[in-house]
T-cell receptor, first 118, second 110 residues
Framework: EAGVAQSPRYKIIEKRQSVAFWCNPI?????LYWYQQILGQGPKLLIQ????????DSQLPKDRFSAERLKGVDSTLKIQPAKLEDSAVYLC????????????????FGSGTRLTVV | GENVEQHPSTLSVQEGDSAVIKCTYS??????FPWYKQELGKGPQLIID?????GEKKDQRIAVTLNKTAKHFSLHITETQPEDSAVYFC?????????FGAGTRLTVKP
């Protein structure tokens, strides 16, 4: 099966500019996550979608970050305006519903988008 | 919420030796403990996982142990090879809510 697709792979912007990342999860995966991974740290959850609804966005800086998952498939994550501390790799992951598989599976991650804010 | 601590942050071993990475978690409700390997420029890849009803699981050279009472779990890699060099992350949680450790950079010297 195809993996989780993300684009772009790299992005360099100036502070106060805006940027958007795109994610296409594995076909049929209802749950989609956006993680922020700062250099030298583990991934930190930003937002979780179940189909096209938000399940958890408690750690999303909502004054500057927004995300949507229209039609419950692709998702976009936007930052506006960007700050220097937003420099990180933004990872998208997807997972199938446990009750369909009757198992808990780990997430499948995309390769991420490396954002540099200068 | 869940808090996961991982150590060591860096680990260097000779090829053929064993490597052990340890994690502790705080939420006793956590019932799923995956381990991920992340190579440079790639996303984390699931290498092994364990559920709370199991104490140990092995897959070829990789094994994971879980001590629910002490709330810690460990990754064991035997007969290490240079291609095992990467950053390893543990995670703990339940359903769709997982928290990651800070990672361990493993270097296997030929």
């Amino acid at each position: 099966e195809a993996g989780v697709a993300q684009s772009p792979r790299y992005k360099i912007i100036e502070k106060r500019q805006s940027v958007a990342f795109w994610c296409n999860p594995i076909s049929g995966h209802a749950t989609l996550y956006w993680y922020q991974q700062i250099l030298g740290q583990g991934p930190k959850l930003l937002i979780q979608f179940q189909n096209n609804g938000v399940v958890d966005d408690s750690q999303l800086p909502k004054d500057r970050f927004s995300a949507e998952r229209l039609k419950g498939v692709d998702s976009t994550l936007k930052i506006q305006p960007a700050k220097l501390e937003d420099s990180a790799v933004y990872l998208c992951a997807s997972r199938s519903l446990p009750r369909k598989t009757k198992k808990l599976y780990g997430y499948t991650f995309g390769s991420g988008t490396r954002l540099t804010v200068v | 919420g869940e808090n996961v601590e991982q150590h060591p942050s860096t680990l260097s071993v000779q090829e053929g030796d064993s490597a052990v990475i340890k994690c502790t978690y705080s939420d006793s409700a956590s019932n799923y403990f995956p381990w991920y390997k992340q190579e440079l420029g790639k996303g984390p890849q699931l290498i092994i996982d364990i559920r709370s009803n199991v104490g140990e699981k092995k897959d070829q050279r990789i094994a994971v142990t879980l001590n629910k009472t002490a709330k810690h779990f460990s990754l064991h890699i035997t007969e290490t090879q240079p291609e095992d060099s990467a950053v390893y992350f543990c995670a703990a949680g339940f359903a769709g809510d997982m928290r990651f450790g800070a990672g361990t950079r493993l270097t296997v010297k030929p």
